[in-house]
């Protein structure tokens, strides 16, 4: 099994800095490693998917990069409504594992 | 476009059994995996496991075998999951989540509400 350990557990940020998550796997993954947006009583949102790929309709203020076994999670300019936990997940071997998370708040 | 309505929330024993479900509608069930996770209060997401409705071919997480049944009705489109021998440790929030795919991989692209089970005598 894949371990994802996923860094920092919480970040407190004011609008418009830049947030940067990371995400190390126990195992090579090549760039099979997806991103999440979670909000507060909803079911995560994906946000990033394979070969660091936005997603349709997510704003290019997030982004990711990575490959093997480091990966990061960047949002440029945060804004108020990007407060939630974030989680990356890796679907290169099953089973699919996830990090952690990262609780985003803003100041 | 696809969703999936989840089953409501559960209060149940400890020891005892619950089934949850999940119903897909907005693509061809049959020809999708429904996957399940598990999201503990403060804790992270766990994947479950994940069954083919089309031959009702299932893969568990190993540490959910025993613990999760993974089951389909093709007729209503809807996917369950039975959790048995209850113990705290199974309170959670439980997802459905189909996924997407691209070239080389996949990902979960939709996923269901989510239901709440809470395990307390």
């Known amino acids: 099994e894949t371990t994802v350990t996923q860094s920092p557990a919480s970040l407190s940020m004011a609008v418009g800095e830049k947030v940067s998550i990371s995400c190390k796997t126990s195992?090579?993954?090549?760039?099979?490693m997806n991103w999440y947006q979670q909000k507060s009583g909803e079911a995560p949102k994906l946000l990033i998917s394979?070969?660091?790929t936005l997603r349709p309709g997510v704003p290019s203020r997030f982004s990711s990069s990575g490959y093997g076994t480091d990966f990061v999670f960047t949002i440029n300019n945060v804004l108020l409504g990007d407060e939630g936990i974030y989680y990356c997940?890796?679907?290169?071997?099953?089973?699919?594992?996830f990090g952690a998370g990262t609780k985003l708040e803003l100041k | 476009q696809v969703q999936l309505q989840q089953s409501g929330a559960e209060l149940v024993k400890p020891g005892s059994s619950v089934k949850i479900s999940c119903k897909a509608s907005?693509?061809?069930?049959?020809?999708?995996?429904m996957h399940w996770i598990k999201q503990q209060p403060g804790n992270g997401l766990e994947w479950i496991g994940w069954?083919?409705?089309?031959?009702?071919?299932?893969k568990y997480n190993q540490k959910f075998n025993g613990k999760a049944t993974l089951t389909a009705d093709k007729s209503s489109s809807t996917a369950y999951m039975q959790l048995s021998s209850l113990t705290s440790e199974d309170s959670a929030v439980y997802f459905c989540?189909?996924?997407?795919?691209?070239?080389?991989?996949?990902?979960?692209?939709?996923w269901g509400q989510g239901t709440l089970v809470t395990v307390s005598s």
């Open positions: 989540a189909r996924l997407g795919y691209g070239s080389y991989s996949y990902w979960f692209a939709y």
């Open positions: 907005g693509y061809t069930f049959t020809s999708y995996d």
């Open positions: 069954i083919y409705p089309g031959n009702g071919n299932t």
């Open positions: 195992t090579d993954i090549d760039d099979d």
């Open positions: 394979e070969g660091n």
């Open positions: 997940q890796q679907s290169d071997n099953v089973p699919d594992t």
